[in-house]
């Protein structure tokens, strides 16, 4: 059984940093499609970050060069590094799990991951 926990979230001021971190167990971390989503009440969870099979990464626009997704081995740990925060970047942050292979186009998109943390709060105060 795939289980991911998420940790790492908090309050920052604005132009701070923060970095998530999804432990995995149940599977490797490498090799398949993983992603950070996050959701405001209200809205519709958004994609983050992904990072694919073959190590292939996407963004939303609006974090592009001010996060970094990556994941390590070892640890079986996905990340999510977080500078130059926002306001708008608050939200609740979900780890997510999918196939050996997910797509350039549909990467972001949460249809295509079947395993979900139960997600990490990241308030960002201007």
């Known amino acids: 059984q795939v289980q991911l926990v998420e940790s790492g979230g908090g309050s920052v001021q604005a132009g701070g940093s923060l970095r998530l971190s999804c432990r995995v167990t149940?599977?490797?971390?490498?090799?398949?499609?993983m992603a950070w989503f996050r959701q405001v009440p209200g809205k519709e969870r958004e994609g983050v970050a992904a990072i694919d099979g073959d190590d292939s990464v996407s963004y939303m626009d609006s974090v592009k060069g001010r996060f970094t997704i990556s994941r390590e081995k070892a640890e079986n740990t996905l990340y999510l590094e977080m500078n130059s925060l926002k306001s708008e970047d608050t939200a609740m942050y979900y780890c997510a799990a999918g196939p050996g292979y997910v797509g350039r186009y549909v990467r972001l998109e949460a249809g295509q991951y079947a395993n979900w943390g139960q997600g990490t709060q990241v308030t960002v105060s201007s």
């Open positions: 149940g599977r490797t971390v490498r090799g398949y499609g």
